[in-house]
Structures are given as structure tokens and as C-alpha cells.
């Protein structure tokens, strides 16, 4: 089973959940920008957790499938079409062989996930099937997709669906496996709700002045145009410290804020590079990161203060919610293939 | 408890826990950075997913079932200071300690393997072979790899051959460009943009991500250059896998 790139759309990646073990190398973990919305694709499409997805950014592909398969899109609300009928997010939804998927745009948000049931095959690099596009690492000589690739689908072991199990004669409109379910996308994307992102102090939050202690937690920033997956630069009230540091370089994680001397922060993303020496001024939530990543140029962005203990409470009740919601959507996956054919 | 350990421990995000040794860029320090990772790679701490070493501070990052967990996350913390403690290593490099690796790196010198040598000669007033001969001379040491993957930044460049950053960086740096930036000395482990005075380039490959390991240069290791030809320099261009 394979997959035809007709068109790339404008940043399409394979993800997965990226290459944890090599930052002492100066090689970053990198992986999806919204894991969340990742895992959710897959468990959607019937596959593992770290299966390999295609992150779309903005604008979408446009994909032959060149087998039967079973498709899940998460993320971001995009534009999908199945040979020209819309197609549901959010749903396990069933392709047949030779049918076109054209993925348009995205009524809001940055990211959509499409998750193909048996996963991205592409041989592994280090470890992970994702695309590190900053430092051009992983499969596809590490770039984004173009026309004419083709990507081969995997199996899962334990398929309890397979996609070509059921077949029927006429061709029919894109059917989603269970039309009368689809996840609540509400908990796991924004939408227009433009709800602050919390931050963490970090080493240098104490050296900013006290005007730009307040206009970090009281301005409106906007997502500048030159973000990308290795961070997102924030236009807006210009930060400043009390005095300049010169620092030696350490290392950062995703979600790092940092504030160069332009004045201009910076928040580190999924591709940042493994170390830097500009102050650190504050780190984004773990649960608001893929929130920000969800963001596209021009998106407000506000912050609000949080603890770490607060901070490690969300997570734990995120990762609870999403292991939850995995184990369900694998229940009823398997419920319906043994509940026989409707 | 004899000595109190010398790092400070902080937290970066919820996933990370920063040791710091220091905040200067200098070899003790550096290798005092490298002896506690080793220690803490052999402790094995739960959820423990990267151990990221730099000049003078040490990132340990867990993982999401870790760094969600308040209490495993102090457990971890109480781990490390006793790690530590119990080696000793952060006060000195371990007693009876294995030797750092040396690694050759042959390099070609001037030409178009190195655009910037004779401006970096010139702006320290000696002549280009002799800045060849003093570069050759140093016995560097890996303090970190960063900026892109494999990239070593190296400690022990001779304070005579220090020389400013360009003030436009170019735009395409060959691979295996040796150059110099400020204080410090490094490797483009392939073609990148970047604004280090470019001396000289080695044939060796720093990075190949289907080669186990991927990178030639660990953190850590002791690194030694030695001066070939343009003919040398093909004849291990060809012969590099």
C-alpha cells in the first residue's frame, strides 16, 4: 500500500514523535508541533501512539491512495474532500483504492494531522520517521513533501479493521467507519477562543524590567510571519532587561522564551535548536505549547502566569484524558469490526 | 558531606532539570560538566530521555510521565545530588576515570579550503604558516555539540588566533569548514549558513545520520589537527565513506 503526492500543499512533514536521545549530539528531538492532536489521528486511524503521521501546515496536499485505507484528520478544521465529496474530521474514515483526497485550507489554526491506518512507512532515521525540515534530518533527505512522492503504508499487527476488509462494488461516497460518532475536538483545539497561554518563570524572568515584567503578562502579542517550527517569534510590546547579560550557551527545551537583544521574544518549538545563549524569560506551559503551535501568523497570543506545580498537574490530567480517550477509541474501533458489518 | 556539591540545580519547564556549574567558558569547569553526565548517564533515572552537556551547565530532559509527576520529579532531584555527591563529581573530574578520547582531524589549511586564514593571520599579526603551525599545535576539547547536528563547539584555541565573528555571515559554509568564532573553535559538520572565520576544511564526514554513532566528535572528547595537502585532502575526500 502506498501513497501519491499530487500536490504537496505548502509544508506537509511526515511526524512522528520525534527523536528523543541525541540532544548531547546537537541533534534536537523535533517531531509533531500538536502532539496531541497526533496521537489522537492515530489512535482515530487505528494505529500506535508513535505511529507516522503527515503534519499539513496552512495549506493542504492533495493525495492518491493507491490501496483501500482508513484515514483520520485531526488538528486544525481543514478543507477534505474524497474525489470531490467532504470528507469528516475528527472520525475514522474509510478511502478506496484510486480515490483523490484533496486537502484545502484551514477555516482557523495553523496544523492539521492525517494519520493513515498501518502508519507512514518511510525508513526510520535515528530513530524517528519524522521530518527535522531546520536541520534537514530524517526520511525524504529530511524536507517537507513534494510532488510525485510516493509513501508507503504500513501494517499494524493487530489490525482489527483492515482497510480492505469489506469491499463493495460501487463506488460510494467517502464513508466515515462509524458515521454516527466523532471525537469532541473542543478539549483538543482552540478554535477562535483566544485563551492565554500560561508560562513558567524561568532562569532570567527576574532580570526583566518591571515594565516589561508587566507587558509580558498584560500586552497582546501577535504571532509574527517568520515563525516556523523552530520558533515563534512574537511581535508586540518590545522586552527589555535591567541590564544586559552576556551569557554562555546552555541548553533549551521546547517552549523556551527567549529574549534576544532586538527585544523581540521568541518562543522555542519542536525544532529549537538544542542550545542558545539569549536570556530565557519564561517557558510555555507543556499543555499550552500545541495550542501555540496552532497559532498562525497574525494570531494574538497573550500569556498568564503559572506555577510548576500547577504546570505538572495539567499535564498529568492531559496525558490521563488523552490515555483515556486512546483506550476508548481503541474500544470501539475493535467493538465494530467484531459487531460484524452494518 | 565534605564538600557541598558546586552546581545549582533549577528547573527548565516542567521536562528539564539545569545543573549549573558555572557561568564562564573554561576547560575545569567544562570538565566537570562532562564527569557528571557520566555519572547520571550510569544512573539511571526514570523517565530520563536527554542529557544535553554545555559549557558550564548540565540538562537533564524526562519525559511526559515524569515531568507530570511533582513527587518523581523531586525523587529524581534527591537522586542526582546523591549521584553526585557520591563521585565527588562536582568537585573534580573522577579519580581513575577512563581518558578522554583523542580524535585526529586532518585538515587542509588556506586556499579555498580556508578563505578567511590570511585575514585571521593578519589580524593577528603573524604570518600564515605560523598561524597553521599554532592552530595544529592545540590540544582542544569538545565542550558541547550544538547549532546544527554534530556541530563541536571546541575549548583550547590559542588566545592569539581569537578573531571576531564576519560581520555578514555567509550564506553557504562548506561542510567540513574548521573555523574559528571569537574565543572558540569549531567544525561545520555540513553545508550551512554561518559567520565563523573559515581556516581551513577536513575531509572526515562530522555527521551521517545513517552511521552508528551518527557523529564523529562526542561531548568530551580531545580533539588534535593535523596539517595535509590539497592532494592528501582529495585522497581522504575519496576514500571517506
Known amino acids: 500500500m502506498s501513497i501519491e503526492v499530487l500536490k504537496p500543499g505548502l509544508l506537509t512533514t511526515p511526524q512522528d514523535r520525534g527523536r528523543p536521545g541525541y540532544a548531547q549530539l546537537g541533534i534536537g528531538r523535533a517531531g509533531a508541533m500538536d502532539a496531541p492532536a497526533l496521537r489522537l489521528a492515530n489512535a482515530l486511524a487505528g494505529n500506535p501512539a508513535d505511529a507516522c503521521a503527515l503534519e499539513i501546515t496552512l495549506l493542504g496536499p492533495t493525495l492518491r491512495f493507491r490501496a483501500d485505507a482508513v484515514i483520520a484528520l485531526t488538528g486544525a478544521p481543514i478543507d477534505a474532500r474524497i474525489d470531490g465529496a467532504r470528507a469528516p474530521l475528527w472520525a475514522p474514515v474509510r478511502v478506496r483504492a484510486g480515490a483523490v483526497l484533496a486537502l484545502g485550507g484551514m477555516r482557523h489554526g495553523c496544523r492539521s494531522y492525517l494519520a493513515v491506518r498501518g502508519g507512514i512507512a518511510l525508513a526510520p532515521v535515528l530513530g524517528s520517521r519524522g521530518v527535522d525540515v531546520n536541520a534537514a534530518l530524517g526520511p525524504l533527505d529530511g524536507r517537507a513533501l513534494r510532488a510525485g512522492d510516493v509513501l508507503p503504508v504500513g501494517t499494524n499487527a493487530d489490525d482489527p479493521h483492515p482497510a480492505s476488509s469489506r469491499r463493495d462494488d460501487a463506488p460510494s461516497p467517502p464513508q466515515a467507519i462509524s458515521p454516527d460518532w466523532s471525537l469532541d475536538f473542543r478539549p483538543w483545539f482552540d478554535g477562535e477562543a483566544q485563551r492565554p497561554l500560561r508560562v513558567l518563570p524561568a532562569t532570567h524572568t527576574c532580570n526583566l524590567d518591571a515594565a516589561s515584567r508587566a507587558a509580558l503578562f498584560e500586552g497582546t502579542f501577535r504571532v509574527a510571519v517568520d515563525s516556523n517550527r523552530v520558533g515563534y517569534r512574537l511581535d508586540g510590546p518590545r522586552l527589555a532587561l535591567t541590564a544586559p547579560l552576556e551569557l554562555v550557551s546552555e541548553a533549551s527545551v521546547a517552549g523556551t522564551v527567549q529574549l534576544p537583544p532586538s527585544g523581540q521574544a521568541i518562543v522555542l518549538m519542536a525544532e529549537h535548536p538544542v542550545s542558545g545563549g539569549y536570556p530565557r524569560i519564561g517557558h510555555v506551559a507543556a499543555v499550552d505549547l500545541p495550542r501555540l503551535a496552532q497559532r498562525r501568523p497574525g494570531d494574538a497570543v497573550r500569556f498568564a502566569a503559572t506555577t510548576l506545580e500547577e504546570a505538572r498537574r495539567r499535564l498529568a490530567e492531559r496525558e490521563h484524558r488523552l490515555q483515556r480517550l486512546e483506550a476508548a477509541i481503541a474500544t470501539r474501533l475493535a467493538n465494530e469490526v467484531h459487531g460484524g458489518a452494518r | 558531606m565534605a564538600a557541598s556539591p558546586a552546581f545549582a540545580l533549577e528547573a527548565m519547564g516542567e521536562s528539564g532539570l539545569l545543573l549549573r556549574f558555572g557561568e564562564r567558558i573554561d576547560a575545569a569547569l567544562n570538565a566537570r560538566v562532562h564527569a557528571a553526565a557520566r555519572v547520571l548517564r550510569d544512573a539511571a533515572l526514570p523517565g530520563l530521555e536527554d542529557l544535553v552537556p554545555t559549557y558550564a551547565s548540565l540538562l537533564l530532559r524526562f519525559d511526559a510521565a515524569a515531568a507530570a509527576d511533582a513527587a518523581r520529579m523531586r525523587e529524581v532531584e534527591r537522586r542526582v ?29 588556506g586556499g579555498d579550503c580556508g578563505p578567511d586564514l590570511e585575514a585571521v593571520a593578519a589580524h593577528a599579526g603573524i604570518d600564515a604558516s605560523t598561524l597553521i603551525a599554532r592552530h595544529a599545535a592545540g590540544d582542544y576539547r569538545v565542550a558541547m555539540l550544538g547549532f546544527a547536528p554534530g556541530f563541536p563547539y571546541l575549548l583550547g584555541l590559542d588566545p592569539a588566533l581569537h578573531a571576531p565573528r564576519l560581520a555578514t555571515p555567509r550564506t553557504r559554509v562548506p561542510a567540513g569548514s574548521v573555523a574559528i568564532g571569537g574565543a572558540q573553535a569549531g567544525i561545520y559538520p555540513r553545508e550551512l549558513p554561518g559567520g565563523w572565520r573559515i581556516v581551513g576544511r577536513t575531509p572526515l564526514v562530522l555527521f551521517d545520520a545513517a552511521r552508528e554513532p551518527p557523529c564523529l566528535l562526542a561531548p568530551g572528547d580531545r580533539v588534535r589537527f593535523r596539517a595535509i595537502d590539497a592532494a592528501e585532502f582529495a585522497r581522504l575526500a575519496g576514500a571517506a565513506p
Open chain 2, 81 to 109: 545530588r546523591a549521584a553526585l555527591a557520591a563521585a565527588g563529581a562536582a568537585a573534580q573530574p573522577i579519580a581513575g576515570d577512563a581518558p578522554a578520547r583523542v580524535v585526529e582531524i586532518p585538515v587542509c589549511y
